[in-house]
Protein backbone atom coordinates (compact mmCIF):
# COMPACT_ATOMS: atom_id res chain seq x y z
CA UNK A 1 0.00 0.00 0.00
CA UNK A 2 1.24 3.55 -1.04
CA UNK A 3 0.33 6.40 0.32
CA UNK A 4 0.93 9.94 -0.55
CA UNK A 5 0.45 12.60 2.26
CA UNK A 6 0.99 16.78 1.50
CA UNK A 7 1.32 19.44 4.42
CA UNK A 8 2.10 23.28 3.84
CA UNK A 9 -1.38 24.76 3.15
CA UNK A 10 -2.57 27.46 4.91
CA UNK A 11 -3.97 30.97 4.57
CA UNK A 12 -1.59 34.02 3.22
CA UNK A 13 -1.74 37.16 1.79
CA UNK A 14 -1.73 38.10 -1.84
CA UNK A 15 1.69 37.99 -2.51
CA UNK A 16 3.14 35.69 -0.09
CA UNK A 17 4.29 32.01 -0.46
CA UNK A 18 3.75 28.75 0.96
CA UNK A 19 5.64 25.58 0.32
CA UNK A 20 3.61 22.60 0.01
CA UNK A 21 5.31 19.13 0.83
CA UNK A 22 4.02 15.65 -0.26
CA UNK A 23 5.64 12.74 0.91
CA UNK A 24 5.05 8.72 -0.37
CA UNK A 25 5.11 5.71 2.14
CA UNK A 26 4.81 2.29 1.74
CA UNK A 27 5.57 -0.61 -0.42
CA UNK A 28 7.76 1.69 -3.22
CA UNK A 29 10.57 0.27 -5.43
CA UNK A 30 10.84 3.63 -7.07
CA UNK A 31 8.49 6.47 -8.05
CA UNK A 32 8.75 8.05 -11.70
CA UNK A 33 6.47 11.10 -12.46
CA UNK A 34 4.94 13.29 -9.13
CA UNK A 35 2.77 16.22 -9.75
CA UNK A 36 0.61 18.93 -8.62
CA UNK A 37 -3.08 19.67 -9.52
CA UNK A 38 -5.51 22.30 -7.42
CA UNK A 39 -9.01 22.31 -7.27
CA UNK A 40 -12.31 24.97 -6.52
CA UNK A 41 -15.58 23.71 -5.72
CA UNK A 42 -18.10 23.23 -8.37
CA UNK A 43 -14.82 22.70 -10.86
CA UNK A 44 -13.14 20.34 -12.49
CA UNK A 45 -9.59 19.33 -10.92
CA UNK A 46 -6.65 21.14 -13.17
CA UNK A 47 -3.01 20.51 -13.61
CA UNK A 48 -0.24 22.80 -11.98
CA UNK A 49 3.13 21.32 -12.29
CA UNK A 50 4.88 18.29 -12.83
CA UNK A 51 8.28 16.75 -12.66
CA UNK A 52 10.48 13.45 -13.90
CA UNK A 53 12.53 11.20 -12.00
CA UNK A 54 15.17 13.37 -13.38
CA UNK A 55 13.89 16.33 -12.28
CA UNK A 56 12.65 17.86 -15.95
CA UNK A 57 9.54 19.95 -14.86
CA UNK A 58 6.60 21.85 -16.31
CA UNK A 59 4.44 24.13 -15.54
CA UNK A 60 0.70 25.30 -16.71
CA UNK A 61 1.26 28.98 -17.85
CA UNK A 62 -0.85 30.43 -14.99
CA UNK A 63 1.94 30.07 -12.15
CA UNK A 64 5.09 30.32 -14.43
CA UNK A 65 7.69 32.60 -13.10
CA UNK A 66 5.90 32.38 -9.66
CA UNK A 67 5.93 28.31 -8.91
CA UNK A 68 8.42 25.97 -8.52
CA UNK A 69 7.86 22.42 -8.47
CA UNK A 70 11.01 19.98 -7.06
CA UNK A 71 12.00 16.60 -5.58
CA UNK A 72 13.86 15.03 -3.42
CA UNK A 73 14.04 11.53 -4.54
CA UNK A 74 16.11 9.76 -1.62
CA UNK A 75 13.14 11.53 1.07
CA UNK A 76 10.57 10.54 -1.87
CA UNK A 77 9.12 14.54 -1.36
CA UNK A 78 8.13 16.72 -3.86
CA UNK A 79 7.47 19.93 -3.40
CA UNK A 80 5.48 23.13 -4.52
CA UNK A 81 7.25 26.42 -3.81
CA UNK A 82 4.34 29.01 -4.55
CA UNK A 83 5.58 32.92 -4.50
CA UNK A 84 3.40 35.65 -5.29
CA UNK A 85 0.32 34.12 -4.49
CA UNK A 86 -2.90 35.49 -6.07
CA UNK A 87 -6.73 35.03 -4.38
CA UNK A 88 -7.40 32.73 -7.94
CA UNK A 89 -4.67 30.38 -6.40
CA UNK A 90 -6.85 29.39 -3.46
CA UNK A 91 -7.93 25.61 -3.75
CA UNK A 92 -7.12 22.46 -2.73
CA UNK A 93 -3.99 20.68 -3.86
CA UNK A 94 -3.23 17.30 -4.68
CA UNK A 95 -0.21 15.65 -4.87
CA UNK A 96 0.00 12.73 -7.80
CA UNK A 97 2.87 10.09 -8.40
CA UNK A 98 3.25 7.58 -10.85
CA UNK A 99 4.96 4.70 -8.08
CA UNK A 100 6.13 1.44 -8.93
CA UNK A 101 5.69 -0.94 -6.12
CA UNK A 102 7.63 -3.53 -8.31
CA UNK A 103 10.36 -3.06 -11.16
CA UNK A 104 7.29 -4.21 -13.62
CA UNK A 105 4.40 -3.05 -11.34
CA UNK A 106 2.77 0.98 -11.28
CA UNK A 107 -0.42 2.58 -10.22
CA UNK A 108 -1.01 6.41 -9.89
CA UNK A 109 -1.72 7.85 -6.50
CA UNK A 110 -3.59 10.96 -4.97
CA UNK A 111 -3.34 12.39 -1.75
CA UNK A 112 -5.55 13.72 0.56
CA UNK A 113 -5.43 17.58 -0.25
CA UNK A 114 -4.29 20.53 1.77
CA UNK A 115 -6.46 24.03 1.52
CA UNK A 116 -4.32 26.87 0.34
CA UNK A 117 -5.95 30.41 0.80
CA UNK A 118 -4.58 33.36 -0.54
CA UNK A 119 -6.80 36.28 0.97
CA UNK A 120 -6.49 39.77 2.68
Known amino acids: QVQLVESGGGLVQPGGSLRLSCAAS????????MGWYRQVPGKEREWVASITRIGTTTLTDAVKGRFTISRDNAKKTVYLQMNGLKPEDTAVYYCNGDVRSTALISHNYWGQGTQVTVSS
Open 26 to 33: GSIFSIND
